[in-house]
């Protein structure tokens, strides 16, 4: 069975650090593009992060640049979401994703496979 299971999301104030993994079964990882999601309350899901199959390349939404991280091993065919200085507004089901094309990487109609949400709750 294909699946990508995230994990690491929870409670924690504003400023704090937290990290996200999303791990593939079934498949590996490595030949995919990987894309980080949000979906907070009453909104559309957002693209927050994505990285290139060989993890060389990376994209971020300008709300996150310099705060979030992303990277993969491809070893342990997972990929990881460090997020710091967190914010009220980050708060959402946090979503990885599997997908083929680089180009609009932060798209979600750019992606076939995807996890389970978690949920992230950022207290100020």
């Known amino acids: 069975q294909v699946r990508l299971v995230v994990s690491g999301g929870g409670l924690v104030q504003a400023g704090d650090s937290q990290r996200l993994s999303c791990a593939a079964s079934g498949f590996t990882l490595d030949h995919y593009v990987i894309g980080w999601f949000r979906q907070a309350p009453g909104m559309e899901r957002e693209g927050v992060s994505c990285i290139s199959s060989s993890g060389n390349m990376a994209y971020y939404a300008d709300s996150v640049k310099g705060r979030f991280t992303i990277s993969r091993d491809n070893a342990e065919n997972t990929v990881y979401l460090q997020m710091n200085s967190l914010k009220p507004e980050g708060t959402a089901a946090y979503y990885c994703?599997?997908?083929?094309?680089?180009?609009?990487?932060?798209?979600?109609?750019?992606?076939?496979?995807w996890g389970q949400g978690i949920q992230v709750i950022v207290s100020s």
């Open positions: 994703a599997a997908g083929r094309g680089l180009g609009h990487c932060l798209r979600t109609q750019e992606y076939d496979n």
